[in-house]
């Protein structure tokens, strides 16, 4: 049986998500998720007092993360985990598809979906910051722009590679899915019970830990890379760096990448 080109299973995968009429409304959840982090950024920024574009910059960023970060979320962990609940898995890898092969060309797909959903993120923006800038007419700084853009895609990187693991680990819907839908409001969620458990029991260590969360590490990279407080919602309790930031970021990235193709290539498929 000749291999299927690489091209042909990220065909199929494209197909697998758009024909499933469960993911239609996947979109949808992930814009009211963003409606949602949108609005408290907003509340958050008009506390600071920002200048005009910074205001709307901080606001979209928020709001453009959350969105595309909860599609990437459930699309990837739907996408990687459902081979093995319908048991397609066994059928894919007789048909001469490499396992690890296979979740390349997953990944792939997930591109494909994320760059224009990112391209329509990006031409909602424009309109609107400018309507905002219509309303409170300023200055355009257009590194804070380039800034939040290239944090939007990191964030929906980390997300679709998040959620691929989680379906490569747990090998089931179900325990993809609660991963997908609880792991940043959990981790948000200790940014803000570390520090008052730290206040409580007068150990510094509760604070250090939330230098060291992913999702506080995602919410406070705008700030340290812009140089001001970026509309984040919840922030590490204890000052960092760039570098500690990317650095935390990336080990959380190596972490998901090797797991995910660790666990797909050594375990047995009947398991």
Request: proline letters at 3%.
């Amino acid at each position: 049986m000749p291999q299927r080109s690489f091209s042909c299973l990220v065909g199929g995968e494209l197909r697998k998500v758009v024909r499933q009429r469960s993911n239609w409304v996947v979109p949808l959840a992930a814009v009211g998720v963003g409606v949602a982090a949108g609005t408290a950024a907003a509340d958050q920024a008009d506390l600071l007092h920002e200048g005009s574009f910074s205001l709307a910059i901080d606001i979209y960023r928020v709001f453009a993360a959350a969105s595309i970060g909860a599609l990437m979320l459930a699309l990837s962990a739907r996408l990687v985990a459902m081979e093995y609940r319908l048991g397609t898995i066994r059928v894919i890898l007789a048909q001469g598809v490499g396992r690890l092969r296979l979740l390349l060309a997953k990944l792939a797909a997930l591109g494909l979906v994320a760059l224009p959903s990112l391209a329509a993120l990006t031409v909602a923006g424009i309109v609107f910051v400018a309507i905002h800038l219509h309303q409170r007419p300023a200055a355009v700084a257009w590194r804070e722009a380039w800034i939040g853009a290239l944090t939007v895609v990191l964030s929906t990187m980390v997300c679709g590679l998040l959620g691929a693991a989680a379906g490569a680990v747990g090998r089931s819907m179900t325990f993809a899915a609660a991963v997908a839908a609880g792991f940043f409001p959990v981790d948000n969620m200790l940014g803000y019970l570390l520090p008052i458990l730290g206040n409580a029991t007068g150990e510094r260590v509760w604070s250090d830990l939330t230098t060291y969360q992913l999702g506080l590490a995602l919410n406070h990279l705008p700030s340290v890379l812009m140089g001001r407080r970026a509309g984040e919602l919840v922030a590490p309790a204890r000052p960092v760096d760039a570098t500690h930031t990317l650095l935390v970021i990336a080990v959380y990235v190596a972490a998901f990448v090797a797991g995910g193709a660790l666990l797909t290539w050594r375990r047995d498929t009947l398991e």
